[in-house]
């Protein structure tokens, strides 16, 4: 897949410059210098020859056959130069120029013409607007990249080309391997799935990594990063955007979303880890494509200095990685060896005087304990201890075990030669110890991704039928909100528990309604201007009383004329009021990338405070239901504290998997807040206790 970029028998470079320092004249020297072995043809109107090689005029005028093409020419003449592709049947080509949709109104329609002429010519790109691509496995460096990086495992792709710089400078010191590099750019033809797909057949490459700000099909994304992520670890750093849009969102879902939780639920349900900084990328990098998988989540930590090993037991904490402790017979093995005052626990404090000898002999010993998933070494450069010799020590025994093993030998100066011969025999080495146990934690968690069953999705009844009718009426009369009582209708069709409520013009109905009911009742305005009941007063709770009902009746509707004298008022509903149970929120909301996508958190009236809440996209599997409750920090509540019975976590799940499949059945729901769901005890259910629906478009 895409063999003639990362695999070109011949390439051409149309724009090759005869000045050093021009664009055209540096990707003609990278390609010559670093090694490429195939037929190079610079493509230059006024020279006949760039760089001791022959020059033609133009791409029609090269003899042979050319597998890729490199068009570094002024945006106004790309499109001509893309015809002539099509004329030579070259089928991939790589766009440096830039002046296209990154520049305004005329590049986008450049583009769009550009897009339109390669597709006529049978051509595939990368680009426009990027900075080239560098294979170091066939030694192609198409790039204007000042260097060229070292063979290895991880290929990049990236749609800032400063990214690609400034990762490609941070990788040539401490000479980090690659398999490729793509400044993807523009993404006009070639975009992220291809390249991941690509990648994911490349056997050179073990890790993907990538840079990305956006994706232009959110569900294609997710649908090739799960097949991928099944075969290779994919990292991404996506750089965030705030929403103002979710700050104009009516729904407390709406508002709580923004464009990132879409993405980390995107991201997560697709297997792909996501990096938050660039040292994270490399961090994680370095980790997939150099040491195996752990196989569980135990972790030993060998240390010569109390605090480090303290900072790494912190963070194991706060991650998956569990800090077990080694068995008998490797601690009495410790005790063999270890002066006393040494920790034989984990973390294992093999105290300051450690020397080589004293860190192989304990890495060994604690490898014997089977349960051991993966280790992280510390080294504090104490005057006595052999930075290189004990780095040396640390590769005699990780080379020989199917198990990680992460370093952090701390400093700069004096750790840094043993630290680069970690990395040349594939120990990756981390400033901190943090930063270790992340990139382990990382592994682990992508592990249990490529180890986890296959999703289930239930097989609910048809529930669309019975509130078709409801959303069509709505949409006829263009209205963006179902009324409450099509609300209720609604939840009822989906098979949600909601309050018994009639709906009464005067007083005297509300009052034969509550009888009805039964005391307690709550009473809420019906006017279909009202959105923020409560709001306007245009709720009362707890009544217990004729007299109550009437006195509520009378200042609800008062209250709400005062405020809004143009609402038209229909009356009130009248409902049972439900008590007791744990009060949660869940609902819909619409990504534009991505889709539909189901919210759930905790907190009542003061979810939008805590924001204790969790995202999936939909369709929800029974495994994502399940881990998105459990995913909130307040989720021990659902549990019950001080004595409290369980709340019906089932019924939530169950509610989360109705709703994900009423929004598939109606992709015109924007937005919707179930909110409160009252949740009782288990095996008890949930009342839909009140509800909210936008709607339009599709
Ligand atoms: N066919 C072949 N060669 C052509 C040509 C054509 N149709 N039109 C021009 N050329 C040649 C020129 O003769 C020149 O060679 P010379 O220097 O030996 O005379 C060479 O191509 C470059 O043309 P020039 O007009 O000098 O352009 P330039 O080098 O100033 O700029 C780009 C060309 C593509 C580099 C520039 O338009 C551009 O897009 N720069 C930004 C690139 C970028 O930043 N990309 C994104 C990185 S992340």
Redesign the pocket.
């Given at each position: 897949m895409l063999n003639n970029f990362f695999n070109p028998a011949s390439i051409a470079v149309?724009?090759?410059?005869?000045?050093p320092g021009?664009?055209?004249?540096d990707i003609l020297n990278n390609i010559i210098r670093y090694g490429y072995r195939g037929m190079v043809y610079p493509?230059?109107?006024?020279?006949p020859e760039?760089l001791n090689k022959k020059a033609y005029?133009?791409l029609i005028d090269v003899p042979d056959k050319i597998d890729l093409a490199i068009?570094?020419?002024?945006?106004k003449?790309v499109l001509?130069?893309v015809e002539q592709c099509g004329s030579k049947n070259i089928d991939s080509a790589i766009i440096?120029?830039?002046?296209f949709k990154e520049s305004g109104i005329e590049g986008a329609r450049l583009e769009a013409e550009l897009i339109r002429t390669a597709k006529k010519a049978g051509l595939r790109f990368i680009?426009?607007?990027?900075?080239g691509m560098i294979d170091t496995h066939s030694k192609v460096n198409a790039s204007?990249a000042a260097g060229m990086p070292a063979k290895g495992g991880i290929g990049f792709f990236s749609q800032?080309?400063?990214l690609?710089l400034a990762v490609l400078d941070r990788a040539l010191p401490d000479e980090i391997g690659f398999s490729k590099f793509i400044?993807m750019?523009n993404k006009a033809d070639i975009t992220d799935t291809d390249i991941m797909l690509a990648l994911a057949e490349d056997e050179n490459t073990k890790v993907i990594l990538g840079y990305i700000e956006g994706v232009g099909d959110g569900c294609k994304f997710m649908e090739v990063a799960k097949e991928v992520t099944k075969k290779k670890p994919i990292i991404i750093l996506k750089s965030g955007i705030t929403s103002s849009g979710a700050k104009a969102a009516s729904s407390h879902t709406g508002a709580l979303a923004g464009r990132e939780a879409a993405f980390d639920a995107a991201f997560r349900q697709s297997g792909v880890i996501r990096a938050h900084t660039i040292n994270e990328l490399f961090n994680y990098a370095l980790a997939f494509a150099n040491q195996p998988l752990p196989h569980g989540p135990n972790v030993a930590i060998i240390t010569n200095s109390g605090g480090p090993g303290i900072l790494a037991a912190d963070a194991c904490d706060k991650s998956d990685l569990k800090l077990a402790p080694p068995n008998k017979e490797v601690v009495d093995e410790l005790r063999t060896f270890l002066p006393a005052a040494a920790s034989f626990y984990n973390p294992i404090d093999i105290l300051g005087d450690a020397g080589a000898d004293r860190y192989e002999k304990a890495l060994t010993a604690v490898l014997k304990d089977e349960k051991m998933n993966g280790i992280i070494v510390l080294l504090t450069p104490t005057a006595v201890v052999d930075v290189d010799e004990t780095a040396m020590a640390v590769i005699n025994v990780a080379g020989n075990i199917d198990r990680p093993v992460l370093t952090s030998f701390m400093g700069k100066q004096r750790v840094e030669s043993g630290t680069k011969n970690l990395l040349r025999y594939n120990v990756p080495n981390y400033s901190y110890p943090e930063e270790a146990v992340s990139s382990l934690n990382a592994m682990y968690r992508y592990k249990a991704w490529i180890d986890r069953p296959e999703k289930t999705y239930p097989q609910l009844d048809d529930f669309k039928v019975k509130a078709k009718h409801i959303f069509e009426k709505a949409a006829e009369e263009n209205r963006e909100r179902l009324s409450d009582s099509e609300v209720h209708d609604v939840l009822m069709s989906y098979g949600f528990r909601v309050p018994r409520s009639l709906f009464a013009r005067t007083s005297e109905e509300a009052v034969a309604a509550a009888k009805g009911i039964g005391y307690p009742v709550v009473m809420k305005i019906v006017s279909p201007q009202v959105i923020h009941k409560s709001d306007m007063g245009g709720v009362k709770v707890g009544l217990e009383s004729k007299k109550a009902v009437e006195n509520a009746f009378f200042d609800i509707t008062t209250r709400v004329r005062n405020i809004m004298p143009a609402a038209q008022i229909y009356g009130v509903m009248v409902q049972e009021m439900v008590r007791g149970g744990k009060e949660v929120i869940m609902g819909i909301t619409k990504d534009p990338q991505f889709g539909h996508m189901i919210m759930f958190g905790l907190g009542g009236i003061y979810v939008e405070v805590l924001k204790d809440i969790a995202f999936r996209i939909t369709p929800l599997s029974r495994e994502d239901a399940h881990e998105m409750i459990r995913e909130t920090k307040t989720f021990p509540l659902l549990r019950g504290v001080r004595g409290e019975a369980e709340a019906d976590i089932e019924a939530i799940e169950e509610s989360l998997l109705i709703l994900s499949r009423m929004a598939m059945d109606f992709p015109q729901i924007i937005e919707a807040d179930i909110n409160p769901l009252l949740v009782k005890k288990r095996g008890e259910g949930a009342v839909a206790v009140d509800a909210r629906f936008s709607i339009g478009g599709e």
């Open positions: 149309v724009g090759a410059s005869r000045t021009k664009v055209g004249y493509i230059n109107p006024g020279s760039i005029p133009s068009i570094v020419v002024p945006s003449n001509e130069v440096i120029t830039a002046g680009g426009p607007n990027c900075l204007f800032s080309g400063a690609c400044s750019g």
